[in-house]
T-cell receptor, first 110, second 116 residues
């Protein structure tokens, strides 16, 4: 089993739709969690951190369920500019590198 | 100016050639990483370095070597390139002061390497 698993998609949604991505992680000792965004042929960039209490940034909401080892990202009112690959990322803590999921590709269609 | 730079941005080479990819950063971070990205396989860690005297293998280090010449520079070498090393290569940095929780990584723009 991969340490971080995501549905690869692609998710093809119309503008204005709400779309949700899920991610599961296998290491129960993981300490912190993130969503990164990667545009086609560009470098990944941090989108938002994910906290146990859930957090929201404009149209984006991230949630963490430690008991189920599950992370989600909800995008409301999708825009064409949201088209990208979304990477689920886990920090195991200590002196270890981040673990990246393979990403979920989103295409928002006019 | 970009905080993390990679040179070259694109490179086409032939099987058996030695190739060096270079990464420089002006963020003052101590930690640096090399990844490769292939379609459908996501980002895979090749090597990482937590300071100038520290080098660690990632999940796919075979066929690669690295050199941390200074805190700001981390080079990746392919001693004898082969076609299945054709990929997009990213360098990244992070700051140990945020490693406990946030541990945000900052990526360079990538190097597209083609081995014929």
């Amino acid at each position: 089993r991969k340490e971080v698993e995501q549905d690869p998609g692609p998710f093809n949604v119309p503008e204005g739709a709400t779309v949700a991505f899920n991610c599961t992680y296998s290491n129960s000792a993981s300490q912190s969690f993130f969503w990164y965004r990667q545009d086609c042929r560009k470098e990944p960039k941090l989108l938002m951190s994910v906290y146990s209490s859930g957090n929201e940034d404009g149209r984006f909401t991230a949630q963490l369920n430690r008991a189920s080892q599950y992370i989600s990202l909800l995008i409301r009112d999708s825009k064409l500019s949201d088209s990208a690959t979304y990477l689920c990322v886990v920090n195991r803590g200590g002196n270890t590198p981040l673990v990246f999921g393979k990403g979920t590709r989103l295409s928002v269609i006019a | 100016d970009a905080d993390v730079t990679q040179t070259p941005r694109n490179r086409i080479t032939k099987t058996g050639k030695r190739i060096m990819l270079e990464c420089s950063q002006t963020k003052g971070h101590d930690r640096m990483y090399w990844y490769r990205q292939d379609p459908g396989l996501g980002l895979r860690l090749i090597y990482y370095s937590f300071d100038v005297k520290d080098i660690n293998k990632g999940e796919i280090s075979d066929g690669y070597s690295v050199s941390r010449q200074a805190q700001a520079k981390f080079s990746l070498s392919l001693e004898s390139a082969i076609p299945n090393q054709t990929a997009l290569y990213f360098c990244a940095t992070s700051d140990w002061r945020t490693s406990g929780k946030d541990n945000e990584q900052f990526f360079g723009p990538g190097t597209r390497l083609t081995v014929l």
